[in-house]
């Protein structure tokens, strides 16, 4: 090979190699086109808050009087009652429904009314002690019962035990004496007059 046919080869090779190097320059100072950013996720919808009840409404009978209050939702019977309609006879021993002091009936059905709520109650017949006895009558048979017996003592269970007593004959007229048991077993004396209270309540179901 000439030298002439060298240096014009040579010559060639700089030019292509120095032509490359321009594009990919020219490449590198190009812009680069951006990835279009996917689009953002829907927007969802506010959440609505919670529906709480502060107030209801009550329509119901006590002692036989009908009854139409508006009250606190997290209202307890007793506190209804007592407070609200003025029962002192409704007395609240443990406030954790456990000595049935504050038994009182809802339909005839006996309720610890110190974790009852009143809202329960509603279009229901309550009847606390001042509401026992029949229309007309001073006292229930079971009243007089628990004061022939001496089954009062202090008096503080004893209005929630006659309630409790009265829902059990009503259901049991001729309830014995384990029937009596079992059914006063969630109204505790303190004073311990088991005994009596046995002797009151059967003699109310004996003699009916």
Request: hydrophobic share 40%.
């Amino acid at each position: 090979m000439s030298r002439r046919k060298f240096l014009a080869k040579g010559g060639i090779a700089a030019m292509a190699a120095m032509a490359a190097m321009a594009s990919e320059s020219k490449a590198a100072r190009a812009p680069k086109k951006k990835t279009p950013a996917p689009p953002p996720p829907p927007e969802k919808p506010p959440e609505e808050p919670p529906v709480t009840l502060t107030a209801v409404e009550l329509n119901l009978t006590v002692n036989g009087k009908k009854i139409s209050r508006t009250v606190p939702a997290g209202r307890t019977l007793a506190e209804f009652l007592k407070e609200d309609l003025g029962y002192a006879g409704v007395k609240i021993g443990c406030g954790h429904a456990e000595c049935g002091a504050c038994t009182v009936l809802v339909n005839l059905q006996p309720v610890y009314s110190c974790r009852y709520l009143a809202v329960l109650a509603d279009q229901g017949v309550v009847e606390t002690i001042e509401g026992v006895a029949p229309a007309g009558a001073d006292l229930h048979p079971i009243q007089k019962a628990f004061m022939e017996h001496d089954a009062l003592q202090c008096g503080f269970c004893t209005p929630g035990m006659i309630c409790a007593a009265k829902s059990l004959i009503a259901k049991n007229p001729k309830a014995e004496d384990e029937d009596i048991r079992e059914g006063l077993a969630g109204n505790l004396c303190r004073c311990g007059a088991y005994q009596n209270i046995l002797a009151a309540v059967r003699s109310v179901s004996r003699a009916s």
